[in-house]
């Protein structure tokens, strides 16, 4: 007998999958220094030099690698830089690792480095490392895996990796000491395992040639089970989803090599879905206001699920593939 509700019953139609907004998320970049009247603008001032790398890296992946003014970048970092050679996160502030690996990536990224003094930045980032392998994130002495990574990912972008002031066999092991028993990253010994701790403990592992520590099966599954039905990610069980771990999440399965155990497409209209298509940019989720800092990890992670008309972006250094390849890194393998 035929069902009256057979209509009612098919799945419903996918609404079309919106575009990716690429010369209003330009025009949102552009405008972000001429917002001087914006309390948010003043708040963050000690993100400045961080803000700067997002911005700057989601314009290279854009393909618009102009639409900043070059130079006077180059000569606002150069007066970030203190006399111990790290850089703050925006003149007058102090340095810290944070910014001075954000420095370090755009100053590469416009092909600059020439304009700091990058013996110094060595020296500072060498005098980060602590007895037990960790790097503090400046000379108060606080640790993280973050600095960790930051600190080792400066000297890699630097070629000093061999400096013999750094024991890299301990910063291994003491990564080693953050995993834990869901195969997952904290931030230090014993931490909750966090996509984004993940990221920086397999890019710290990756970059030191130290991935074997790694069961990729283990936590390739458990990367996955970040992916929520709307398609988004979150960073741990129970956690919303979030943009930013388009970029966690999908690059720590890049150099595990399992980046297909997401569904992409899912993905792809979750990021789409969380532009903002008055003002440009991305926020954390749909519907909430857009910032750089979600803005670069949503196109960035766009960029590693191959959507058209990106450039490709290096899924350990977040920074344009081609930059990496130019400066010998070659770490596209991955
Ligand atoms: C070169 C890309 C790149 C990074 C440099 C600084 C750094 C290295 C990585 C940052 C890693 C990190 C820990 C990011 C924080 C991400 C984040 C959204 C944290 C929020 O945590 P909660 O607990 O949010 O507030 P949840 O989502 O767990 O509720
Ligand atoms: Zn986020």
């Known amino acids: 007998m035929s069902n009256l509700n057979d209509n009612d019953s098919s799945p419903p139609l996918e609404p079309a999958l919106p575009e990716l907004l690429v010369d209003q998320h330009v025009k949102y970049i552009q405008a972000l220094d001429t917002k001087k009247n914006d309390l948010e603008y003043w708040l963050t001032e000690h993100l400045r030099v961080n803000g700067l790398y997002w911005g700057s890296t989601a314009l290279h992946i854009l393909g618009h690698p102009d639409a900043l003014d070059k130079e006077q970048i180059v000569d606002y970092l150069v007066k970030c830089?203190?006399?111990?050679?790290?850089?703050?996160?925006?003149?007058?502030?102090?340095?810290?690792?944070?910014?001075?690996?954000?420095?370090?990536?755009?100053?590469?990224?416009?092909?600059?480095?020439?304009?700091?003094?990058?013996?110094?930045?060595?020296?500072?980032?060498?005098?980060?490392?602590?007895?037990?392998?960790?790097?503090?994130?400046?000379?108060?002495?606080?640790?993280?895996?973050?600095?960790?990574?930051?600190?080792?990912?400066?000297?890699?972008?630097?070629?000093?990796?061999?400096?013999?002031r750094v024991d890299l066999q301990k910063t291994i092991d003491y990564i080693v000491r953050c995993r834990n028993f869901d195969g997952g990253f904290g931030n230090s010994p014993g931490g909750e395992s966090h996509a984004a701790q993940v990221y920086v403990c397999v890019g710290t592992l990756t970059i030191l040639g130290a991935l074997h520590h790694v069961d990729a099966d283990q936590l390739g599954w458990w990367l996955s089970e970040r992916q929520l039905k709307s398609g988004g990610l979150n960073g741990r069980p129970e956690k919303l989803e979030d943009v930013c771990y388009s970029w966690w999440v999908l690059s720590s399965l890049s150099m595990l090599?399992?980046?297909?155990?997401?569904?992409?497409?899912?993905?792809?209209?979750?990021?789409?879905?969380?532009?903002?298509?008055?003002?440009?940019?991305?926020?954390?989720?749909?519907?909430?206001?857009?910032?750089?800092?979600?803005?670069?990890?949503?196109?960035?992670?766009?960029?590693?699920?191959?959507?058209?008309?990106?450039?490709?972006?290096?899924?350990?250094?977040?920074?344009?593939?081609?930059?990496?390849?130019?400066?010998?890194?070659?770490?596209?393998?991955?």
């Open 81 to 164: 830089q203190h006399e111990d050679g790290g850089i703050g996160g925006h003149i007058d502030h102090d340095p810290h690792i944070l910014s001075t690996l954000s420095a370090v990536q755009v100053l590469i990224t416009y092909d600059r480095l020439d304009a700091i003094n990058v013996d110094k930045v060595v020296d500072y980032v060498v005098s980060l490392q602590n007895d037990d392998g960790s790097f503090s994130g400046d000379s108060w002495g606080e640790t993280d895996t973050r600095f960790i990574f930051c600190a080792v990912m400066c000297l890699s972008l630097l070629k000093r990796l061999d400096d013999k």
């Open 257 to 334: 090599k399992r980046r297909h155990w997401i569904d992409a497409p899912k993905l792809t209209r979750f990021i789409l879905e969380s532009q903002d298509t008055e003002t440009g940019g991305i926020a954390d989720r749909p519907g909430n206001i857009p910032d750089v800092f979600h803005t670069n990890f949503g196109i960035c992670g766009l960029s590693l699920l191959g959507h058209p008309g990106l450039v490709a972006v290096d899924p350990v250094y977040c920074m344009p593939r081609h930059v990496i390849q130019r400066i010998g890194l070659h770490s596209d393998k991955h």
